[in-house]
């Protein structure tokens, strides 16, 4: 199910960490990599439960720690209960990776690629989803990272923001807005000793939302980058280690793009 490089290195030994939207693909590697890495995790999920406990049951057989957890970001008060319960069960909350994402299909010939079509609607579901998802799970987890005087939030989100090469009206829209979200945390919160930036990913070799991309697709792709190659999971995943890790302890508010360098904003 998942792609791994042979040695992950230990750079998260004993840090606590709540991966959202963690049940599958992109989410559930980042969360592989993390305990592989020596994380202690929670493994958060909408609605699909077996997925979620599959990935629990990978890490667990690996040797690692981690547990399923049900909350719906767009909820409050749920992502407040997810975080007493990390901290219940861990004793802190070191690292937040907001990936979770609304439904969503990448249909270029959708109403919402076009200024004359798009919805509010479209907006307004992206949005919640996104960044009112983000803005909860951040709140949530403030007060113990607060406590710590330390803590590292890594929001995930595309390329599109910088070349929008299918018009996504609605959900490029709501992905820019976590730039601006992820610039204002790091400014508020860098005097508690909490690091916040922004990983923005490409089309990635394989998730969900590319699984129906051809190979001769991917091959385009890999000859535009400067890197001759298409970005996979894995390599976004080792990307969220590094941000995590204590490697980075002088990086806050930045916005970094993760594609083999297709986009250098």
Not at 56 to 76: C, E, M, R, W
Request: proline share 3%.
């Amino acid at each position: 199910m998942t792609q791994r490089h042979s040695v992950i290195p230990a750079l998260l030994t004993d840090k606590v960490v709540i991966v959202t939207g963690a049940s599958r693909g992109l989410g559930a590697q980042i969360a592989q990599q993390m305990a592989a890495a020596g994380a202690l995790v929670c493994v958060n999920y909408l609605s699909s439960k077996e997925a979620a406990g599959r990935v629990v049951n990978d890490i667990v057989a690996a040797g690692g720690q981690a547990f399923s957890y049900q909350a719906d970001v767009t909820k409050l008060e749920q992502m407040q209960a997810m975080a007493d319960e990390v901290v219940a069960q861990y004793g802190r909350i070191d690292i937040l990776v907001n990936n979770a994402l609304p439904s969503y299909q990448f249909n270029p010939s959708a109403d919402y690629t076009s200024i004359e079509t798009v919805k509010w609607s479209h907006f307004s579901q992206q949005m919640d989803g996104i960044v009112k998802g983000a803005v909860n799970t951040v709140q949530a987890v403030i007060p113990q990272m607060k406590t710590q005087q330390m803590g590292k939030i890594i929001n995930i989100s595309t390329n599109l923001v910088y070349n929008p090469v299918v018009t996504y009206y609605d959900y490029t829209t709501a992905k820019s807005a976590l730039i601006g979200l992820t610039r204002n945390l790091a400014a508020e919160l860098g005097q508690y000793g909490i690091r916040v930036n922004l990983l923005a990913g490409g089309l990635l070799k394989t998730t969900d939302a590319s699984r129906l991309t051809t190979e001769e697709v991917f091959d385009y792709i890999a000859t535009t980058t400067p890197l001759r190659q298409a970005t996979s999971v894995a390599d976004f995943a080792n990307s969220v280690l590094l941000m995590a890790s204590d490697l980075s302890a002088a990086i806050t508010g930045q916005s970094i793009a993760v594609d083999g360098g297709l986009t250098m904003p």
